[in-house]
């Protein structure tokens, strides 16, 4: 083997930090992207690799070690391509956007926790949930970079953690009505959200592709389980995504279809 090996799920949020890092750094034809099937068992060659996890993404390197966790990932690849640094050199600086980054947690949680609700009963306690993610980011990057609008000079550490996740929020925006409110209080994070999304490093993923992907998401069943009556996961590879209709909206009052979701 020549080139480290990357085995990932091609929209997988946590795979697609490591994208953007590569991407930024110049170096994404370094690395072998591998593309694993999330709605299939794991081969058992990935398992022996893995001694048996399941989550992904895995950096094998080019001498046959494995790497999991995407956040051990990042920091592993800055360090191996120290040219072009994407994480802050100086210790404050570095600590600030640690910080913002270990934020993460709980703002995908409450995302994806409000996405997979299946009692409309529950939806406004799940929306306030997020507009107080939201509100917390705004008053980080106020305290820390009132001027924006990304944490530091450009598009940078905090920006690759978190960007995947305001792309993979477009299904709150189609599923749940999500709109961040036109509110002073969520200007700064709406400026960040905005920059990060525009950022010509993070174009892995299309809104279309995460709507018609994340069906069963908002359905309830995660990482490519199949729901009940189904015989295909929204995360299949075939039929492609583009030749799929868009999803109906309506989650609390209907279950589509393989045939309605074109799969
Ligand atoms: N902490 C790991 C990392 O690398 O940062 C997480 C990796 C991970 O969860 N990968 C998922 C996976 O491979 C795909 S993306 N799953 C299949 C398996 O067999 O484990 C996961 C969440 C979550 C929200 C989103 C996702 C997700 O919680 O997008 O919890 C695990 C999975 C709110």
Redesign the pocket.
């Known amino acids: 083997m020549t080139q480290p090996t990357l085995y990932h ?1 091609p929209v ?4 697609q930090r490591l994208d953007i890092l590569l991407t930024l750094k110049g170096r994404r034809d370094e690395i072998d992207f591998q593309v694993i099937d ?1 709605t299939r068992p ?1 081969p058992d060659w990935l398992l022996h690799k893995t001694r048996g996890t ?4 895995v950096l094998e390197t080019a001498d046959g070690r494995i790497i ?4 051990v ?1 990042l920091d592993y690849l800055e360090d191996v391509y120290p040219e072009r640094p994407v994480a802050q050199r100086d210790p404050y600086r570095r600590a600030v956007e640690n910080m913002l980054a270990r934020m993460d947690g709980e703002f ?2 409450q995302g ?2 409000w996405v997979m609700n299946q009692d409309p009963g529950h939806r406004a306690a799940l929306r306030e949930g997020m507009l107080q993610q939201y509100a917390l980011l705004n008053d980080f990057l106020l305290e820390h970079a009132a001027a924006g609008p990304f944490l530091f000079e450009e598009f940078g550490w905090a920006e690759a953690v978190f960007t995947p996740f305001f792309q ?1 929020f477009w299904f709150l925006e189609y599923y749940e009505d999500f709109e961040l409110p036109m509110e002073a209080r969520y200007a700064r994070v709406r400026a960040w959200v905005d920059a990060c999304l525009a950022h010509p490093a993070a174009q892995q993923v299309t809104k279309e592709e995460v709507v018609k992907l994340y069906y069963d998401y908002a359905k309830g069943a ?3 389980a199949l729901l009940p009556g189904r015989r295909q996961s929204s995360f299949a590879f075939e039929p492609d995504w583009r030749a799929r209709p868009w999803p109906p909206r309506n989650k609390y009052a209907h279950s589509a279809t393989d045939a309605e979701l074109g799969l």
């Open positions: 799920i997988c949020p946590f795979c999330i794991r399941t989550a992904l993404p999991k966790e995407s956040m990932i995908l949680t994806y926790t993979r995660g990482n490519g």
